[in-house]
């Protein structure tokens, strides 16, 4: 459970020194004594100039973990981000958190990291390559479960083909 709970207060803090600035602050703080959430937390606080309370409501006294469905369109040089997340709990209705993104190109890829700051949020990026897939947390930071639909309108291929069924969770049929 520590090190679900440290890797994403990695990623809430966003800065790999300033983390581990707080992994070394707590240890000289509390070296072989006993020590609670809250003195780490306080001590995080102290460290970063953070305030971690929305995070700890959500991750640690919270119940539950985020369900996020993920769809990406792109159209010309903008990459339309669709992202709702439900949650498997109602006693934690939203988990407002960082989430990455990795766009891969036919010449490489790119991490992009958003914030989901509700249930339903729409994020608009100029990427001026065709991307060829989309990894959501590819480095498995959260505890989530995901669905991504990627890439293609079918309104403007109506005609052409068809993709089902959409959303799909593990299995696409095109016609």
């Not at 100029?126 to 990627?150: A, G, R």
Request: with cysteine; net charge negative.
């Amino acid at each position: 459970f520590l090190f679900i709970l440290l890797s994403s207060y990695a990623i809430e803090i966003n800065n790999d020194s300033l983390f581990f600035a707080v992994l070394r602050n707590y240890l000289s703080e509390f070296a072989y004594s006993s020590a609670t959430a809250e003195d780490f937390i306080h001590s995080a606080e102290t460290t970063t100039g953070m305030d971690f309370t929305t995070y700890m409501n959500q991750w640690y006294y919270g119940m539950g973990y985020p369900i996020f469905n993920i769809t990406t369109e792109q159209l010309n040089d903008t990459l339309i981000i669709r992202s709702v997340q439900t949650t498997s709990s109602a006693a934690t209705p939203l988990f407002r958190t960082y989430f990455d993104l990795k766009l891969n190109y036919s010449t490489g890829d790119t991490l992009l990291r958003l914030f989901q700051n509700s249930n339903c949020d729409t994020f608009k990026i100029y990427i001026p390559q065709t991307i060829l897939s989309v990894e959501f947390d590819p480095y498995h930071w959260l505890i989530q479960k995901n669905h991504i639909n990627v890439g293609i309108s079918e309104s403007e291929n109506a005609d052409l083909f068809s993709i089902y069924p959409n959303p799909a969770a593990d299995k696409i049929s095109i016609e």
